[in-house]
């Protein structure tokens, strides 16, 4: 088994790179080893030089001609990832590619298919899906004190006038591909289901340019489950990050607390049957008492990651060979899903 270092070369060394990547990989050092970089702005690639003496190119096609290069961390701009990543796949490369996979299903499944001739190398950057929070949920879903769950809101939301790239729809901007990634990646893990149908709003409320910065979707399941979600940032207000019913059962969270109310799972709830008589004033409940259980417990899940954990499964699968918990037909359902909702809006692009 090969324990070297994986030697990595960033591609993009914008607010991406230098806010994430590369906090995210301090204390990593005997995982990864930054040996280049590549960005088209000379005072990025002479940070890179000076901080990681490594070299740094102008040009991607000279950092993935770089023989040193193992993996290609591909940070750019949502739309330039098809292309990035293709090329890194057809030379050899292993390629870690910032969501969004691409900016339209039919290129994420081109790139799929690519991958899959080229040896499998590709890995999608759901960082997300290793939020304590969403852990910690998905563990008290699991346990079945909630019952069957059935219906399920998720919300991020803040107001901004955001006025970036991000923005511009011809740049790759909106909210669907940049949080929307993470957020239906969410959505579809707890609907633990196949879709069965899906109702979708786009607004742009507050942002400055002319891409999307509301989205509401809401999935309903093979299983009859209800995924409703919301990103926005036009709203004054917000709400709990999760809010999970179930039949026995509830729970929200503000992803440091989670508060809980549910039925106690030593007790066993009558047999249904309904009284088709007149009942008296006021008496419309099954003559049992139930027995509550309330609690509030600090966001604190039994499996400890956290959204850095994905370069350590990273390792984990390019050295050790083991799965890597994203996979790719769970990347292009996120992206089939984002062109579903765009499809036909002003903002399709």
């Known amino acids: ?186 959505s579809l893990r707890l609907l633990e289901s196949p879709v069965k149908s899906m109702f979708s709003d786009l607004k742009r409320v507050a942002a400055i340019g002319n891409a999307e910065d509301h989205i509401k979707i809401v999935f309903m399941g093979e299983n009859g489950r209800m995924v409703d979600m919301e990103i926005c940032f036009g709203a004054a207000l917000s709400q709990d990050v999760y809010m999970i019913w179930g039949t026995r059962g509830a729970l929200s969270s503000d992803e440091k607390t989670i508060k809980l109310r549910y039925i106690d799972p030593n007790q066993q709830l009558s047999d249904k049957f309904a009284n088709p008589g007149t009942p008296n004033i006021g008496d419309y409940c099954l003559p049992e008492k139930l027995e509550w259980i309330e609690e509030s417990i600090p966001v604190d899940p039994q499996l400890k990651v956290d959204m850095t954990s994905i370069w350590d499964y990273l390792y984990s699968t390019v050295r050790e ?19 579903e909702v765009k499809a036909g809006t002003e903002f399709s692009g």
């Open 1 to 186: 088994m090969n324990s070297k270092p994986i030697s990595l070369g960033i591609v993009g060394l914008g607010r991406a790179t230098q806010s994430m990547h590369l906090k995210e990989l301090e204390g990593r050092e005997s995982k990864f080893r930054i040996v280049a970089a590549c960005d088209v702005i000379e005072d990025r690639r002479a940070m890179m030089t000076e901080h990681y003496g490594c070299p740094a190119y102008e040009k991607i096609e000279d950092l993935i001609a770089d023989p040193q290069v193992e993996m290609v961390d591909i940070v750019t701009r949502s739309p330039d990832h098809f292309a990035h990543a293709k090329m890194a796949l057809e030379a050899g490369k292993y390629v870690f590619l910032e969501k969004p996979m691409c900016t339209n299903y039919k290129d994420a499944l081109a790139l799929s298919k690519i991958a899959e001739s080229t040896g499998n190398r590709l890995y999608i950057r759901h960082n997300r899906r290793f939020e304590p929070a969403f852990t910690h949920i998905r563990e008290i879903i699991s346990s079945g004190i909630l019952g069957d769950v059935y219906q399920i809101k998720l919300q991020r939301a803040q107001y901004m006038r955001r006025g970036d790239w991000q923005t511009i729809k011809e740049c790759g901007g909106g909210m669907l591909l940049n949080w929307g990634p993470h957020i239906i990646d969410h």
């Open 321 to 339: 060979g083991k799965p890597f918990p994203i996979t790719i037909d769970e990347a292009l359902g996120v992206i089939k899903v984002i062109s």
